[in-house]
C-alpha cells in the first residue's frame, strides 16, 4: 500500500506550487514531484492584441519579476519595427541596462533577507513559528533593514527608469520612454536622509549598497565554512548549465548569445544566436503539471535540460566584468574548487555575487552622461516576427511573437526561466524526499522544510506560470492509496 | 472616527502629513475599490497617497516615515458599507511575504523602528471580485458614502 505526501502550497517561494511524495510499504520513496498547478494560457490570451501592447500587457503574467518580461517582450518588439539589440540608442539601451540591473538586485535582495534568509539564521530545522522573516526582524535587525533597504534601492531604480515599481511602461518599441536626469542620478549616487541608516525617505547611496552586498556575501562565505557538508551534500547531481554571454563569455545579464555547458565545463552550446533558439531548443510536456520542460534538442529530453540563473551563469561564464564581483567569483570558486559547481545550496552565493555585480554596473551607469541624452527611440524596417531574450532574476527568459500585416499578434512563445528549472527542481526535491524520509517512521514538518529549501534555492517565479486564484491554505496531508487521510498538519 | 490631526511639526516625520496607502488589484472588480478612492479624493499638501497591490515588508519602512496612516482597501464580508477600524499590531506572516497583513506590517514597523503611526483602515465593502475592470453598482454607492465620510472629516 502506497502513501502519498502533499505540501501544499509550498512556502516562502514566488507563486504556488504544491509537492506530492509517494512511500512505499517500507517507507521508501518511490516518486516525487513539484506541480505547477495553476493553468497560464498568456500565450493565448496576448494573440490578437496590437503588438505595442507586449511590453506592458504581458508584465501582467507576474507582479514579482515584471520588469524581466517588460524588457525581453520590448527587445522582441524591437525587432518588429526593424531594431536589432545593438541598434538602439546608447541612452535607449543603457537607461533599459539600469532598469534591468534594479530589478535583478532588488529580486535577489528579497530572495535572500526575506526567504531564504530564515533558514540560514535558524536553521532548516528550526521552529516554523520562528523560521520567516518575522524571526529574522526580531532576532537579526540590523540585518533585515538592510535588507529592506537594499531592495528599496532596486524598487526605486525601477521606479525611476520604467515609470513604475510594478508593471512599468517606459520600454517602447525601439527605446526608451525617458531619460533619467542629473537630480535622479545623484539621488542614487548619494543617498538620501531617512529613518534608516543613510536615509531621509531611506535610500541608500550605491556605494552603501555595494558595500552592505560585500557584508552579506561575507556572512553567507562563513555560513559557508561551518556548514558545509551539509551544504554540500544536501542536493548535488549533475546538469548542463545554460546562460547568455557577453563577449568574450563574460557574464552580461541583459544581452548576448546563448551558451551551455555540461557538468564538467565542456560546452555543448557555443555562443548561438538567440533568435535561432528553435533550431537547438525543443519543450516537453508532461500530464501532472502546467510547466513544460525545456532541452537542448540534439541531446533529447532526458538528457539536454539545463539549470538556468545565477549557480548556471556563474558556471557558464568566463568571468564578470566588473572588479568586486570578479573578486567574488574568484574566491567562490576557490572555495569550491571547482570550475563548475552542481550543487543546489551554492545559489544563494551565486545570487549574492551577482547582487553585487549589479551594485557595481548600476553605479558606473549613474555616472554616464549617456542617461541624460535625449535622442529615446530608434526605427527600421518593419518586420512581422520578433524574439527578445534576457538573463532574468531567476534564468533565462525567452519572448517570442509573431505578428500579421494588421499589426496583430497571431503568435507568442514563452520560455520562462523557472521553466528551465522545471526538471533541476524536481531532481532537488527527489534526492532531499530521499535522504530525510526514507524509512522514517514519522513525517516532522522540518523533514517537508528541507524539501521546500531545495525548491526555494532555485528561487522559483511560478507566479510566472500561475494565475493565482484566491487563498490556498497549507496543509500537509499523509494520504493511503485509497485516498484515506491517514495524517494531516495545517497551517 | 480618524480625525485629521496635522499639526505635528517633527522634521523626522513628514511634517506631520497623513499617509493614505490604497491597496488592492484593478484588475479585479471591487478590489479595485481602494484606487478609486484615492482618484476621488482631492489632493492636498496634507496627505500623500500611495498605492500597491498588496503590502510588502519594506512597507514597514515607509509608515514609518509618518504619525499617521490611513489604509483603504475593499472588504468582502461586512454588513455596513464602510468601516473605520483600528487594527493592532501582531507578529504573523502567511506561506507567502507578497501578502502580508496591516497588522503584521505594524508589527515590523515597530520591530524595526520602534516608532508606530497611529493607523487606521477604511475598508470599503465590495460585492464581487472576478477577473475583469470596472466597479459594481453596489460598490460605487459604497465608495460615494466612504468619500462623504472623507470629506466630512479631512
Known amino acids: ?491 | 472616527m480618524v480625525k485629521s490631526s496635522m499639526k505635528s511639526q517633527s522634521k523626522n516625520f513628514h511634517q506631520g502629513k497623513l499617509l493614505i496607502y490604497a491597496i488592492g488589484n484593478e484588475g479585479r472588480q471591487d478590489d479595485g475599490l481602494a484606487h478609486e478612492f484615492v482618484k476621488k479624493i482631492p489632493s492636498s499638501e496634507h496627505y500623500d497617497i500611495h498605492q500597491n497591490y498588496q503590502l510588502n515588508v519594506e512597507d514597514a519602512e515607509l509608515i514609518s516615515q509618518y504619525r499617521q496612516v490611513l489604509f483603504v482597501d475593499a472588504a468582502k464580508n461586512q454588513d455596513e458599507p464602510y468601516r473605520i477600524l483600528h487594527p493592532q499590531a501582531k507578529p504573523e506572516t502567511g506561506f507567502t511575504t507578497h501578502g502580508l497583513s496591516i497588522e503584521g506590517i505594524m508589527a515590523m514597523t515597530q520591530n524595526l523602528f520602534g516608532e508606530l503611526p497611529e493607523i487606521s483602515l477604511l475598508a470599503i465593502q465590495g460585492q464581487e471580485f472576478n477577473l475583469t475592470m470596472g466597479l459594481t453598482n453596489k460598490a460605487q454607492v459604497n465608495l460615494s458614502q466612504a468619500l462623504e465620510w472623507f470629506e466630512q472629516n479631512f
Request: aromatic share 8%.
Open chain 1, 1 to 491: 500500500m502506497t502513501k502519498k505526501i502533499v505540501i501544499e502550497p509550498v512556502t516562502r517561494v514566488e507563486g504556488h506550487g504544491k509537492v506530492t511524495i509517494h512511500l512505499n510499504d517500507q517507507n521508501q520513496v518511490e516518486e516525487s514531484r513539484l506541480h505547477i498547478v495553476e493553468f497560464r494560457g498568456f500565450e493565448k490570451f496576448i494573440q490578437g492584441r496590437p503588438y505595442w501592447e507586449a511590453p506592458v500587457v504581458v508584465q501582467r503574467l507576474c507582479g514579482i519579476c515584471p520588469v524581466s518580461h517588460h524588457l525581453a517582450a520590448a527587445k522582441a518588439i524591437d525587432n518588429i519595427v526593424g531594431v536589432d539589440a545593438d541598434g538602439l540608442t546608447p541612452v535607449g539601451e543603457k537607461m533599459r541596462r539600469l532598469m534591468h540591473y534594479g530589478q535583478v538586485f532588488q529580486s535577489h535582495a528579497l530572495h535572500f533577507f526575506y526567504l531564504a534568509a530564515p533558514d540560514l539564521l535558524f536553521g532548516v530545522d528550526a521552529d516554523p513559528a520562528k523560521r520567516n522573516v518575522i524571526g529574522v526582524i526580531q532576532e537579526h535587525k540590523d540585518l533585515a533593514i538592510k535588507g529592506i533597504s537594499l531592495r528599496k534601492f532596486g524598487q526605486e531604480i525601477i521606479k525611476a527608469t520604467a515609470g513604475k515599481k510594478v508593471h512599468g511602461i517606459s520600454a517602447v518599441p525601439g527605446g526608451i520612454h525617458k531619460n533619467l536626469s542629473k537630480k535622479e542620478a545623484k539621488t542614487f549616487l548619494e543617498g538620501t536622509q531617512g529613518n534608516i541608516p543613510g536615509g531621509n525617505n531611506g535610500i541608500p547611496s550605491v556605494d552603501q549598497c555595494i558595500d552592505w552586498t560585500e557584508e552579506v556575501i561575507d556572512f553567507l562565505k562563513d555560513y559557508h565554512s561551518k556548514n558545509k557538508s551539509f551544504i554540500d551534500g544536501f542536493s548535488d547531481f549533475d546538469s548542463n548549465h545554460l546562460s547568455l554571454v557577453g563577449p568574450d563569455g563574460a557574464m552580461d545579464l541583459y544581452h548576448g548569445r546563448l551558451r551551455a555547458v555540461d557538468s564538467q565545463g565542456n560546452i555543448i552550446l557555443k555562443d548561438r544566436e538567440y533568435h535561432d533558439y528553435l533550431e537547438f531548443l525543443s519543450e516537453d510536456v508532461k500530464e501532472w503539471t502546467y510547466l513544460k520542460f525545456p532541452y537542448l534538442t540534439k541531446m533529447g529530453s532526458e538528457q539536454g535540460w539545463s539549470r538556468v540563473g545565477p549557480l548556471a551563469r556563474l558556471n557558464v561564464c568566463e568571468g564578470i566584468p566588473t572588479p568586486k564581483a570578479q573578486a567574488r567569483l574568484d574566491e567562490y570558486r576557490s572555495f569550491t574548487g571547482q570550475r563548475v559547481n552542481n550543487q543546489s545550496l551554492y545559489y544563494h552565493w551565486a545570487r549574492l555575487i551577482e547582487m553585487l555585480h549589479c551594485a557595481e554596473l548600476m553605479k558606473e551607469l549613474l555616472q554616464d552622461p549617456d542617461l541624460q541624452k535625449t535622442d529615446l527611440i530608434t526605427k527600421g524596417k518593419r518586420r512581422n516576427e520578433g524574439i527578445g531574450v534576457i538573463e532574468a532574476p531567476r534564468g533565462t527568459l525567452f519572448h517570442h511573437y509573431e505578428v500579421s500585416d494588421k499589426d496583430d499578434i497571431t503568435r507568442c512563445n514563452l520560455i520562462v526561466s523557472t521553466t528551465h528549472n522545471n526538471e533541476a527542481m524536481n531532481r532537488a526535491v527527489n534526492i532531499v524526499a530521499q535522504r530525510v524520509l526514507t524509512g522514517q517512521q514519522e513525517v516532522k514538518e522540518s523533514m517537508l522544510n528541507e524539501i521546500e529549501v531545495a525548491i526555494r534555492a532555485y528561487d522559483p517565479c511560478l507566479s510566472c506560470a500561475t494565475h493565482a486564484v484566491g487563498q490556498m491554505p497549507l496543509q500537509v496531508s499523509l494520504m493511503d492509496s485509497n485516498g484515506k487521510i491517514i495524517h494531516e498538519i495545517t497551517k
